[in-house]
């Protein structure tokens, strides 16, 4: 297996990150990050940059030139309508001996980036692992300014769809991640699951790992699918979710130590989207 050489440039200094973004910013990351395309290493770097791009609201990696395969990658044509990346300089397309993967990296303006190089992540199958140090992650970067903590309960939580109470504990996981609703994950003993049908859907969370499992309501009325999840091997920050089922609180009613609480509204309001 080839691996990426290493001549490139210092990581930049930090420009930390504003209150409103309008513009690419960055900070230096210490974490050895890793990117494959079938058994090709395309990217190993112990000095990568976490990389903030305008109305992203989350992060993604910027390598120097000489921690990338750079004969991989051939100069290409700016996409037609690319959908993010709206300051970069350069695209380049993956070439592989199975394929070419058009437009999977780019470049970023300016003199601080310049010999940095960025890869598609969302949306795409661009790359197939992502390794920080040892640990696969999926979907984005860990932003190091986001915090995602997992706490044991003895509050009563009630989860109701259409007026049928679906879920009751008293012995709930609390998971508190930064910008969004507190998630109440349940006892699988605690949760009506007769009521839903299994959907065989599959999500990939950066900060929990993959679920696998999730249930539909199959019952009457307007309720989203895929309403109900459960990670079976989450990431080992979150180990004390392992198995537990969870509700998209946006689209239930749930009721808090005997207090009905308001539906929140967040990027999970619309579906569909990955488990959170």
């Known amino acids: 297996m080839t691996t990426p050489h290493r001549d490139a440039p210092s990581v930049p200094v930090a420009r930390r990150r504003p209150e409103t973004i309008d513009s690419v910013i960055w900070e230096p990351s210490e974490r050895w990050v890793r990117a494959t395309k079938g058994d090709v290493t395309i990217v190993d770097s112990r000095r990568p940059v976490l990389v903030w791009e305008p109305g992203r609201p989350v992060p993604l990696y910027a390598f120097p030139a000489g921690d990338v395969r750079m004969d991989l990658l051939r100069e290409t044509a700016r996409p037609a309508n690319p959908r993010r990346h709206a300051g970069a300089t350069l695209f380049y397309d993956l070439v592989l001996a199975d394929g070419t993967v058009p437009a999977a990296a780019w470049t970023y303006p300016g003199e601080e980036l310049a010999g940095h190089?960025?890869?598609?992540?969302?949306?795409?199958?661009?790359?197939?692992?992502?390794?920080?140090?040892?640990?696969?992650?999926?979907?984005?970067?860990?932003?190091?300014?986001?915090?995602?903590?997992?706490?044991?309960?003895?509050?009563?939580?009630?989860?109701?769809?259409?007026?049928?109470?679906?879920?009751?504990?008293?012995?709930?996981?609390?998971?508190?991640?930064?910008?969004?609703?507190?998630?109440?994950?349940?006892?699988?003993?605690?949760?009506?699951?007769?009521?839903?049908?299994?959907?065989?859907?599959?999500?990939?969370?950066?900060?929990?790992?993959?679920?696998?499992?999730?249930?539909?309501?199959?019952?009457?009325?307007?309720v989203r699918p895929d309403i109900a999840w459960s990670y079976p091997d989450p990431l080992p920050a979150v180990a004390i979710i392992k198995d537990r089922v969870a509700f998209y609180n946006e689209s239930v009613d749930i009721v808090l130590d005997g207090e009905r609480l308001e539906r929140p509204v967040s990027f999970f309001s619309t579906p569909p989207h990955g488990a959170s």
């Open 117 to 222: 190089v960025s890869f598609e992540w969302f949306g795409r199958d661009v790359l197939d692992h992502w390794y920080e140090e040892d640990e696969e992650i999926f979907v984005h970067p860990r932003d190091p300014h986001k915090r995602v903590d997992a706490l044991p309960s003895s509050r009563h939580v009630q989860v109701e769809i259409e007026g049928t109470v679906v879920a009751d504990t008293h012995t709930p996981v609390l998971l508190f991640e930064t910008h969004l609703p507190v998630r109440y994950y349940f006892p699988r003993e605690d949760v009506r699951l007769d009521l839903f049908t299994p959907t065989g859907s599959l999500t990939r969370c950066p900060y929990k790992g993959v679920a696998t499992d999730y249930w539909s309501w199959a019952g009457s009325g307007d």
